[in-house]
């Protein structure tokens, strides 16, 4: 059963435009959503959360908005520049089960100069 | 702030041995997550460890242990190793063990079994 999805498993954008990711959950319990970018062979890398109190949470260039009626989150990169090119993966928490996070399958972005 | 490391960052091994790894968090936190990401799964939670103890197991056989020691540095250990245990081992630390809180990621270990 897999709680947490991303339907996309690659998206390609233009340098200058917006990159759009989208993640879906199935369980109403979740109350934090954090977006991890990630490189080959390396460690996901930190972007940004947001909490189930918020909807819209921003941090320079990259903007989550989270819609809890639908299940589902977004994550908003504008303007997209190649150095943007990763697979990003959204994932996971509720309270009670501390440090385990649920993580979607990941989207590979591709941002085209 | 130094981030969180793991070593060794590259191991090959064969079936029926055993593996250790190791995770130093980043300074001043006491959580410690692993998770394994294999192609066909993708990022699966193992277990976490807070204050040397087991706050929460995924769901993995009985060959993966782990363990936190007083200074937070954790240790992995996969027993009997077998060929679908190839995988990238990614340890990541928190602050403390609430579930809203970031985790930082490691590079990872990068285990391959033959």
């Known amino acids: 059963d897999q709680q947490v999805k991303q339907n996309s498993p690659s998206l390609s954008v233009q340098e200058g435009r917006i990159s759009i990711l989208n993640c879906d959950y199935t369980?109403?319990?979740?109350?934090?959503f954090l977006w991890y970018k990630k490189y080959p062979a390396e460690g996901p890398t930190f972007l940004i959360s947001?909490?189930?109190?918020?909807d819209k949470n921003e941090d320079g260039r990259f903007t989550v908005f989270l819609n809890k009626s639908a299940k589902h989150l977004s994550l908003h990169i504008v303007p997209s520049q190649p150095g943007d090119s990763a697979v990003y993966f959204c994932?996971?928490?509720?309270?009670?089960?501390?440090?385990?996070?649920?993580f979607g399958q990941g989207t590979e972005l591709s941002v085209k100069p | 702030k130094a981030g969180v490391t793991q070593t060794p960052r590259y191991l090959i091994k064969t079936r029926g041995q055993q593996v250790t790894l190791s995770c130093s968090p980043i300074s001043g936190h006491r959580s410690v997550s692993w998770y394994q990401q294999t192609p066909g799964q993708g990022l699966q939670f193992l277990f976490e460890?807070?204050?040397?103890?087991?706050?929460n197991k995924g769901n993995f056989p009985g060959r993966f242990s782990g363990r936190q020691f007083s200074n937070s540095r954790s240790e992995m250990n996969v027993s009997t190793l077998e060929l679908g245990d190839s995988a990238l081992y990614l340890c990541?630390?928190?602050?403390?063990?609430?579930?809203?809180?970031?985790?930082?990621f490691g590079p990872g270990t990068r285990l391959l079994v033959l």
């Open positions: 460890y807070f204050s040397e103890t087991q706050r």
């Open positions: 990541a630390s928190s602050p403390g063990p609430a579930g809203q809180e970031t985790q930082y």
């Open positions: 369980n109403s319990m979740f109350d934090y």
């Open positions: 994932a996971a928490n509720y309270d009670n089960q501390g440090g385990k996070l649920i």
């Open positions: 947001i909490s189930s109190i918020k």
